[in-house]
C-alpha cells in the first residue's frame, strides 16, 4: 500500500462519521507504531479538511522508562503542529481481570474522559487476536464481533479508521515517510495472553493457514453484522412486550411464547445495557429455568452479576445490585432532611394539602423503621385497619422487597409506608402543610 493510499483510505472512513463528529478528533497517542501513523495520516487528511486534531498520550507508569515517552509524543506532535495532552493515571494492579485489562480499562476511561470522537489505532491484526482471544474464552456472537470501525459511546464515539490495514502496511508506510516510534518492552512479554498470541499463535497459524489474519478479522466483520441483527431482534422484542404503564417492565405471560434462543438473546440485550460483563452461558440458562417455572409470578429475583432478574405476576424486568444493600435499623428522625435507606434515596418533600399533616410530626418521637410483622394500617380516616401483607399484595410490591420498605413510625402508630401510602388518621387536609416521603428504592 502507497502512503498516498493509506491517507485516502482513512479520509473515506472519516466521511463516514456523523457530520457533526467530523469537526474535531482527538487521537489516542502511545508513541508506537500504530498510533504514530494514524496521527501522522490524519494530519495529512486535515490539511484537506480543515476539521480540529489533538492528541493524548496516556501514562500509566507501569513500564520503566515510560516518562520519555510523553516526551517523545510531544516533539511528535509539535512537528506536526498538533496539541498534546498527557493524562496521568493510576491502574488498578490487583483487579480481578488483570493488569494488563485494568490498564487498558484505566487508558479508554482517560481518552474516553472529554467526550467527542476518540481515534484509536487498531488494525486489522488486532482485530485477529482480538476475535482469536474472544473465541478461546467461549464468547458468543457479540463478542466475536470484535472491535467496530464508529462505536458509539454514552458521552462519544471511538473510531477507528485502520481496521482494514495490516500492521505490516503501517509499517512500511511509517518507514516510507521516515517516522520514529517507540517500542513497548512489555509488548515482547509472553505472559500476557495478548502478547502470546501475537508473537507464538498468530505466526504458526498464518505459517500453517495463509491469510488466516484476515479471515479472523472478516469473521470479527461477520459475527459484527450477526450480532447487529440480533440486536435488531431484541429491540423489537422488548418494544413489543413493553407495559403500556410507561414502566420499563415487560409482560411475563407473553414471553413465555418466545423460543429459548430467542429470550435468552432479549435478556441479554437488557444485560449489556446494565454492564457490559455478562454472566457465562450456565448461569444464564439457570435464569432461564427459573423464569420459565411455574412459581415465578409469585416472586422470583434471579441475581446475574451486577443485575438481577426479577418476576412478579405478569411482569419481568432486571433491577441493579444496589437493592442488595443492607437494610439499615430504625432511625430517629430528629429532622426531615433527606437519607438512604436500603440502597436507595428516602426524601421528605414539603407541601400544601397533601402527605402527612405536618403538625402530627411535631412533639412526637418520629422514626424510619422496616416492617417487623403484625402491623396494620388503615388508608381512609374511617375505613378498617388492613395487614400491610394485604396492602402489600393489592400494591403489587415483590415479596423480596417489603421487608426492606421504610415506614415511618409517630410514636407507636404507622404514618407511612413506602409503597402503600398515609395512613388515613394522619392524612393532610386541604390548605395544610404536609409532608410527602418519597423512597426512590420502587423505581
Same mark, same amino acid.
Given at each position: 500500500?502507497?502512503?498516498?493510499?493509506?491517507?485516502?483510505?482513512?479520509?473515506?472512513?472519516?466521511?463516514?462519521?456523523?457530520?457533526?463528529?467530523?469537526?474535531?478528533?482527538?487521537?489516542?497517542?502511545?508513541?508506537?507504531?500504530?498510533?504514530?501513523?494514524?496521527?501522522?495520516?490524519?494530519?495529512?487528511?486535515?490539511?484537506?479538511?480543515?476539521?480540529?486534531?489533538?492528541?493524548?498520550?496516556?501514562?500509566?507508569?507501569?513500564?520503566?522508562?515510560?516518562?520519555?515517552?510523553?516526551?517523545?509524543?510531544?516533539?511528535?506532535?509539535?512537528?506536526?503542529?498538533?496539541?498534546?495532552?498527557?493524562?496521568?493515571?493510576?491502574?488498578?494492579?490487583?483487579?480481578?481481570?488483570?493488569?494488563?485489562?485494568?490498564?487498558?480499562?484505566?487508558?479508554?476511561?482517560?481518552?474516553?474522559?472529554?467526550?467527542?470522537?476518540?481515534?484509536?489505532?487498531?488494525?486489522?491484526?488486532?482485530?485477529?487476536?482480538?476475535?482469536?482471544?474472544?473465541?478461546?474464552?467461549?464468547?458468543?456472537?457479540?463478542?466475536?464481533?470484535?472491535?467496530?470501525?464508529?462505536?458509539?459511546?454514552?458521552?462519544?464515539?471511538?473510531?477507528?479508521?485502520?481496521?482494514?490495514?495490516?500492521?505490516?502496511?503501517?509499517?512500511?508506510?511509517?518507514?516510507?515517510?521516515?517516522?520514529?516510534?517507540?517500542?513497548?518492552?512489555?509488548?515482547?512479554?509472553?505472559?500476557?495472553?495478548?502478547?502470546?498470541?501475537?508473537?507464538?499463535?498468530?505466526?504458526?497459524?498464518?505459517?500453517?493457514?495463509?491469510?488466516?489474519?484476515?479471515?479472523?478479522?472478516?469473521?470479527?466483520?461477520?459475527?459484527?453484522?450477526?450480532?447487529?441483527?440480533?440486536?435488531?431482534?431484541?429491540?423489537?422484542?422488548?418494544?413489543?412486550?413493553?407495559?403500556?404503564?410507561?414502566?420499563?417492565?415487560?409482560?411475563?405471560?407473553?414471553?413465555?411464547?418466545?423460543?429459548?434462543?430467542?429470550?435468552?438473546?432479549?435478556?441479554?440485550?437488557?444485560?449489556?445495557?446494565?454492564?457490559?460483563?455478562?454472566?457465562?452461558?450456565?448461569?444464564? *440458562?439457570?435464569?432461564?429455568?427459573? %423464569?420459565?417455572?411455574? !412459581?415465578? /409470578?409469585?416472586? +422470583? &429475583?434471579? $441475581? =446475574?452479576?451486577?443485575?438481577?432478574?426479577?418476576?412478579?405476576?405478569?411482569?419481568?424486568?432486571?433491577?441493579?445490585?444496589?437493592?442488595?444493600?443492607?437494610?439499615?435499623?430504625?432511625?430517629?428522625?430528629?429532622?426531615?432532611?433527606?437519607?438512604?435507606?436500603?440502597?436507595?434515596?428516602?426524601?421528605?418533600?414539603?407541601?400544601?394539602?397533601?402527605?402527612?399533616?405536618?403538625?402530627?410530626?411535631?412533639?412526637?418521637?418520629?422514626?424510619?423503621?422496616?416492617?417487623?410483622?403484625?402491623?396494620?394500617?388503615?388508608?381512609?380516616?374511617?375505613?378498617?385497619? *388492613?395487614?400491610?401483607?394485604?396492602? %402489600?399484595?393489592?400494591? !403489587?410490591? /415483590?415479596?423480596? +422487597? &417489603?421487608? $426492606? =420498605?421504610?415506614?415511618?413510625?409517630?410514636?407507636?402508630?404507622?404514618?407511612?409506608?413506602?409503597?402503600?401510602?398515609?395512613?388515613?388518621?394522619?392524612?393532610?387536609?386541604?390548605?395544610?402543610?404536609?409532608?410527602?416521603?418519597?423512597?426512590?428504592?420502587?423505581?
Amino acid at each position: 500500500m502507497q502512503s498516498t493510499e493509506l491517507v485516502d483510505q482513512v479520509a473515506r472512513s472519516w466521511r463516514r462519521l456523523p457530520a457533526p463528529a467530523r469537526k474535531r478528533l482527538r487521537v489516542g497517542l502511545s508513541g508506537g507504531l500504530d498510533s504514530s501513523v494514524l496521527l501522522h495520516v490524519l494530519a495529512s487528511v486535515r490539511r484537506a479538511e480543515g476539521f480540529g486534531l489533538s492528541a493524548v498520550h496516556v501514562h500509566h507508569g507501569l513500564v520503566p522508562g515510560a516518562d520519555r515517552w510523553g516526551r517523545h509524543c510531544g516533539v511528535f506532535c509539535a512537528n506536526l503542529d498538533v496539541p498534546l495532552r498527557v493524562v496521568d493515571v493510576v491502574v488498578d494492579r490487583e483487579s480481578p481481570a488483570g493488569i494488563e485489562a485494568a490498564a487498558r480499562m484505566a487508558r479508554r476511561a482517560a481518552l474516553l474522559a472529554e467526550g467527542g470522537v476518540v481515534a484509536l489505532a487498531h488494525h486489522r491484526d488486532d482485530q485477529a487476536e482480538t476475535v482469536l482471544f474472544r473465541a478461546v474464552r467461549g464468547a458468543g456472537v457479540r463478542g466475536l464481533a470484535g472491535m467496530r470501525e464508529i462505536q458509539s459511546q454514552s458521552d462519544g464515539l471511538v473510531w477507528r479508521p485502520l481496521l482494514n490495514t495490516s500492521r505490516a502496511e503501517l509499517e512500511a508506510y511509517a518507514r516510507a515517510v521516515g517516522l520514529v516510534w517507540i517500542e513497548d518492552p512489555s509488548n515482547m512479554d509472553h505472559a500476557h495472553t495478548r502478547n502470546y498470541l501475537r508473537h507464538e499463535l498468530m505466526p504458526r497459524l498464518s505459517v500453517r493457514f495463509p491469510g488466516s489474519v484476515g479471515t479472523l478479522a472478516r469473521l470479527g466483520r461477520l459475527a459484527g453484522e450477526a450480532s447487529d441483527l440480533l440486536d435488531e431482534m431484541a429491540n423489537e422484542d422488548r418494544a413489543r412486550l413493553s407495559c403500556s404503564d410507561g414502566s420499563t417492565r415487560l409482560a411475563y405471560a407473553a414471553s413465555l411464547h418466545l423460543s429459548s434462543a430467542r429470550w435468552r438473546n432479549l435478556l441479554r440485550s437488557l444485560l449489556v445495557d446494565a454492564d457490559p460483563i455478562l454472566p457465562d452461558e450456565d448461569r444464564l *440458562r439457570e435464569a432461564e429455568r427459573q %423464569f420459565r417455572s411455574v !412459581g415465578a /409470578p409469585q416472586g +422470583l &429475583r434471579c $441475581r =446475574l452479576g451486577t443485575q438481577a432478574l426479577c418476576v412478579y405476576r405478569d411482569r419481568w424486568w432486571l433491577e441493579g445490585d444496589s437493592r442488595d444493600e443492607g437494610t439499615p435499623e430504625g432511625l430517629a428522625l430528629t429532622s426531615l432532611a433527606a437519607l438512604r435507606w436500603a440502597g436507595a434515596a428516602l426524601d421528605f418533600r414539603a407541601v400544601t394539602g397533601a402527605g402527612i399533616m405536618r403538625a402530627a410530626l411535631i412533639g412526637a418521637p418520629v422514626r424510619i423503621d422496616r416492617r417487623r410483622g403484625g402491623e396494620r394500617l388503615s388508608l381512609h380516616p374511617a375505613g378498617p385497619s *388492613r395487614t400491610l401483607k394485604n396492602l %402489600f399484595q393489592e400494591a !403489587g410490591i /415483590p415479596p423480596w +422487597l &417489603r421487608p $426492606r =420498605l421504610p415506614v415511618l413510625w409517630v410514636g407507636d402508630r404507622v404514618a407511612w409506608v413506602a409503597g402503600v401510602g398515609v395512613a388515613g388518621e394522619f392524612r393532610c387536609p386541604a390548605d395544610a402543610p404536609g409532608v410527602v416521603p418519597e423512597w426512590n428504592g420502587l423505581v
